[in-house]
């Protein structure tokens, strides 16, 4: 039992920071910590980390909403496309390994960190709004198509993806793309754990309950750091969280 604590507590530490930084999905550090150290089955670690995700992501999005760093009205228009598309993915992610992805978006984590800390988000609110709102509609139904079904298959990737895509393609500031993603992810990650529940049957509720402790804790720490920091040291402090994730995932996956 002790074992299980320390393993889900250090799991929560991780996706809890990813989470609350930079609106990483829980389910990127948690599932792989379950896996190699629990032996869980990857469709039940997956629908855990979810679960997990659903208040963490639910708690980071009230912060940064209460520090006016929330586009709720443009990110409807994403998270009904990843919606409908989490559930695709879900499914089909039944039906195939589920581990068949995680390669992907571990790299991608370690990618995206280092992108923040050589090369900053140093958009500002004013840029932001001026991007063309009918470009932005397109863009986020395509980009959200993808997201979704990522999101739905292995829970992983889906908000390192919508974060590169906020700030990339769709021109927010980084503490509002921070905040409209975990907004987003609050919803698919309840989504897609009503799913894996449904289809995979109810996982192991202990590990459920710390888990989910464990990340909202450290969710609720980084987001209300995040959200005081200056972009600056936000995108480094964003960075250095998503490279060590990365890293630290890689090498967990090489004991599977």
């Known amino acids: 039992m002790l074992f299980t604590f320390i393993i889900c507590f250090a799991a929560g530490i991780g996706a809890g920071l990813g989470t609350g930084f930079a609106g990483m999905s829980a389910a990127a550090v948690i599932s792989p910590m379950l896996i190699t150290f629990l032996h869980m089955e990857p469709y039940e670690a997956v629908g855990i980390a979810l679960a997990s995700d659903v208040l963490a992501s639910a708690v980071s999005a009230y912060t ?6 929330l586009d709720v009205k443009n990110g409807l228009v994403m998270m009904f496309t990843v919606l409908a598309f989490t559930l695709v993915g879900s ?3 039944s039906l195939v390994p589920a581990t068949a992805m995680g390669g992907f978006s571990t790299f991608m984590t370690l990618l995206l960190g280092i992108k923040f800390i ?10 932001m709004e001026a ?12 980009c959200g198509t993808l997201i979704g079904f990522i999101c739905g298959f292995v829970g992983a990737g ?3 993806m919508m974060l590169l895509i906020l700030t990339s393609v769709l021109g927010y500031e980084l503490k509002t793309a921070v905040g409209t993603s975990v907004f987003i992810m609050t919803f698919t990650a309840f989504t897609g754990a009503v799913s894996h529940f449904a289809i995979g049957g109810m996982p192991d509720l202990t590990v459920l309950a710390l888990c989910v402790l464990s990340t909202l804790l450290w ?10 920091a200056s972009p ?12 060590v994730l990365g890293a630290a995932i890689l090498l967990v996956n090489r004991f599977q």
């Open 158 to 160: 889906g908000g390192m």
């Open 232 to 243: 600056v040291v936000l995108n480094r402090a964003t960075g250095v969280v998503l490279a």
């Open 131 to 142: 991007v063309d709102p009918k470009k932005r509609v397109v863009q986020s139904i395509l």
């Open 64 to 69: 940064y909403g209460k520090n006016k760093n």
């Open 91 to 93: 499914w089909v992610s």
């Open 219 to 228: 969710a609720r720490i980084a987001a209300r750091f995040a959200n005081k």
């Open 118 to 127: 050589v090369k900053p988000v140093m958009t500002t609110k004013e840029n």
